[in-house]
């Protein structure tokens, strides 16, 4: 399902979501970080704005506004948690990501991981995105229907959530 348009917060988590940071997409576009900003403001990205970003990354501007996958993640400690787990230490992480222990540590305290923050952990540690997911299969859910069942409600529960975020945005900016 293909929407009309896509506001500049949601270009900007696609991209992230693809591997792409800002400074990379300005680069290939020759405009200021300053100036892609701009765009993940905006409530409406044009048309124009989509083609030339798929230009440089190599996809049509409708991929854009194909719906997206909506991935629930780990909040900061159930990430520590996990990562205890897989026996890999906060100091290890931080120098992977090139930051320091007090620094991983605060943000590992985090309810809400910044998708940025998310994206550069998969690439140090070599994890797909979905490693970091909240959502995990129960082992009682066997059969197929169940496990498509409870991914339905998920989507669902993100969408509401992801409507009121967007109420939330459109209040704040009037």
């Given at each position: 399902m293909n929407k009309k348009n896509i506001s500049g917060q949601q270009l900007r988590?696609?991209?992230?979501?693809?591997?792409?940071?800002?400074?990379?997409?300005?680069?290939?576009?020759?405009?200021?970080?300053?100036?892609?900003?701009?765009?993940?403001?905006?409530?409406?990205?044009?048309?124009?704005?989509?083609?030339?970003?798929?230009?440089?990354?190599?996809?049509?501007?409708?991929?854009?506004?194909?719906?997206?996958?909506?991935i629930p993640f780990l909040s900061g400690p159930e990430l520590k948690e996990k990562l205890s787990k897989n026996d890999i230490t906060i100091p290890q992480l931080a120098e992977l990501l090139g930051a320091t222990t007090q620094n991983l540590y605060a943000i590992l305290r985090s309810k809400n991981l910044r998708l940025s923050t998310i994206r550069?952990?998969?690439?140090?540690?070599?994890?797909?995105?979905?490693?970091?997911?909240?959502?995990?299969?129960?082992?009682?859910?066997?059969?197929?229907?169940?496990y498509i069942k409870a991914l339905?409600?998920?989507?669902?529960?993100?969408?509401?959530?992801?409507?009121?975020l967007e109420e939330r945005l459109t209040s704040q900016n009037s």
């Open positions: 988590q696609r991209l992230l979501l693809d591997g792409y940071s800002a400074r990379e997409i300005a680069d290939r576009l020759g405009v200021t970080t300053q100036n892609l900003t701009a765009i993940f403001h905006s409530k409406n990205v044009q048309k124009r704005t989509l083609k030339a970003i798929g230009k440089v990354i190599g996809k049509k501007e409708d991929y854009f506004l194909k719906e997206q996958r909506i550069s952990m998969s690439i140090a540690l070599n994890k797909p995105i979905e490693w970091f997911s909240s959502f995990e299969i129960p082992e009682t859910a066997q059969d197929k229907e169940h339905e409600a998920l989507i669902e529960q993100q969408k509401k959530y992801i409507a009121v």
